[in-house]
T-cell receptor
Framework: QKEVEQDPGPLSVPEGAIVSLNCTYSNSAFQYFMWYRQYSRKGPELLMYTYSSGNKEDGRFTAQVDKSSKYISLFIRDSQPSDSATYLCAMTGSGSSNTGKLIFGQGTTLQVKP | DTAVSQTPKYLVTQMGNDKSIKCEQNLGHDTMYWYKQDSKKFLKIMFSYNNKELIINETVPNRFSPKSPDKAHLNLHINSLELGDSAVYFC????????????FGPGTRLTVT
């Protein structure tokens, strides 16, 4: 079993829809949770990261962490065709549990249709 | 100004050859990384250097050898290339060794024939 599981999709939604992207993980030592966006043939780009449980909002993007369920989510409101990309979750520990190594999910490919 | 740059962008070569990929960052970061992304988009860390010191060395064949001449540069040399080495290789950097915010380069698409 992989440490981080992410449904690869593809996920296709109409423009303006609310998108929910999710990851589950098995390592309870993970404390920092990141979301990266990767356009086709480009490098991953950090969207946001959160520490421990709770929500974080940045424009149309909201990251949510539920440590009790070992489940993280990224919500995209009012989705646009320019949001079409692969979204990768990543995570790592903190303090003595931080090896400096990010563990990535496989990525979910999102297509937003005009 | 490109923050993290890699050369070359594309690399097509034959089995058994030796090749190098170069990475440079102009962000003033202390830590640099090499990742491999396979055809299923799975991104896996290979190596990490902090101020020229190797701090992460994952289980990769010893045909792969990283070198960091200074903290702004990290190169990856691959000996005796194999078909299974075909992938996209990404360089990344972060301010410190904890790696919470990593900035990725554009990638080098390696095809071994």
């Amino acid at each position: 079993q992989k440490e981080v599981e992410q449904d690869p999709g593809p996920l296709s939604v109409p423009e303006g829809a609310i998108v929910s992207l999710n990851c589950t993980y098995s390592n309870s030592a993970f404390q920092y949770f990141m979301w990266y966006r990767q356009y086709s043939r480009k490098g991953p780009e950090l969207l946001m990261y959160t520490y421990s449980s709770g929500n974080k909002e940045d424009g149309r993007f909201t990251a949510q962490v539920d440590k009790s369920s070992k489940y993280i989510s990224l919500f995209i409101r009012d989705s646009q065709p320019s949001d079409s990309a692969t979204y990768l979750c990543a995570m790592t520990g903190s303090g003595s549990s931080n090896t400096g190594k990010l563990i990535f999910g496989q990525g979910t490919t999102l297509q937003v249709k005009p | 100004d490109t923050a993290v740059s890699q050369t070359p962008k594309y690399l097509v070569t034959q089995m058994g050859n030796d090749k190098s990929i170069k990475c440079e960052q102009n962000l003033g970061h202390d830590t640099m990384y090499w990742y491999k992304q396979d055809s299923k988009k799975f991104l896996k860390i290979m190596f990490s250097y902090n101020n020229k010191e190797l701090i992460i060395n994952e289980t990769v064949p010893n045909r792969f050898s990283p070198k960091s001449p200074d903290k702004a540069h990290l190169n990856l040399h691959i000996n005796s290339l194999e078909l299974g080495d075909s992938a996209v290789y990404f360089c990344a950097s972060s301010q410190d060794r904890w790696g919470y915010e990593q900035y990725f380069g554009p990638g080098t698409r390696l095809t071994v024939t």
